[in-house]
């Protein structure tokens, strides 16, 4: 069945530098990449999604890259903040599926 | 407008009891799902519903978990005879249409204890 793979599982980072997540998927029928973010005792909030017709799609800080050939795709956040420390969660679906997301990506920004 | 809610935030319940986990979507929303999410864990799918029909349960775990969705909007999801390993946190979520890709909007969740 469908799978989504999410690395690293745990991710440390200075305040200030970039983080990156990285997510494979195996359907390739897959066609919209959504990424969630769950703060701690929050519940999960979309931060950005990208569909299939595009190769990349930024807002401020965070962007996702796909790369429909490799079946990849990634969240870059650059110039992290405290307030960015949280859970992240990638996720894949085709339109004749449900969305299935990654294991999640526990981020840690070190002051 | 209000967003997606449940009730109860907490529900502790005795070994082999049965209870009920409710989930009121946004209004509109066509869309529901209901995940589990286990301490530190990710998002473990259980079933999603289209209006009424629940097209995917393929994620319940046993036939204990049973869930409906009745006048296209309030769900349920039903536990009986709880187990320890039950406890979990129990999300749902609501979106405009399953298959279109729109964005899924989650409620609180549903802290389930089962001593």
């Known amino acids: 069945g469908e799978n989504v793979e999410q690395h690293p599982s745990t991710l440390s980072v200075q305040e200030g530098d970039s983080a990156v997540i990285k997510c494979t998927y195996s359907?390739?029928?897959?066609?919209?990449f959504p990424w969630y973010k769950q703060e701690l005792g929050k519940r999960p909030q979309l931060i950005i999604d990208?569909?299939?017709?595009?190769g990349e799609k930024k807002d401020q800080r965070i962007a996702v890259t796909l790369n429909k050939t490799a079946k990849h795709f990634s969240l870059h956040i650059t110039e992290t903040q405290p307030e960015d420390s949280a859970v992240y969660f990638c996720a894949a679906s085709s339109r004749a599926s449900k969305i299935i997301f990654g294991s999640g990506t526990r981020l840690s920004i070190r002051p | 407008g209000a967003g997606v809610s449940q009730s109860p935030s907490n529900k502790v319940t005795e070994k082999g009891k049965d209870v009920e986990l409710r989930c009121d979507p946004i209004?509109?929303?066509?869309?529901l799902y209901w995940y589990r999410q286990s301490l530190g864990q990710g998002l473990e799918f259980l079933i999603y519903f289209q209006g009424n029909s629940a097209p995917d349960k393929s994620g319940l775990p046993s036939d204990r978990f049973s869930a409906e969705r009745t006048g296209g909007s309030v769900s349920t999801l039903t536990i009986q005879r709880t187990q320890q390993e039950d406890s979990a946190v129990y999300l749902c979520?609501?979106?405009?249409?399953?298959?279109?890709?729109?964005?899924?909007?989650f409620g609180p969740g549903t802290r389930l204890t089962v001593l």
């Open positions: 979520a609501s979106s405009l249409e399953g298959t279109t890709h729109n964005e899924q909007f």
């Open positions: 209004s509109g929303h066509t869309a």
């Open positions: 990208i569909r299939s017709n595009v």
């Open positions: 359907d390739s029928a897959s066609n919209y």
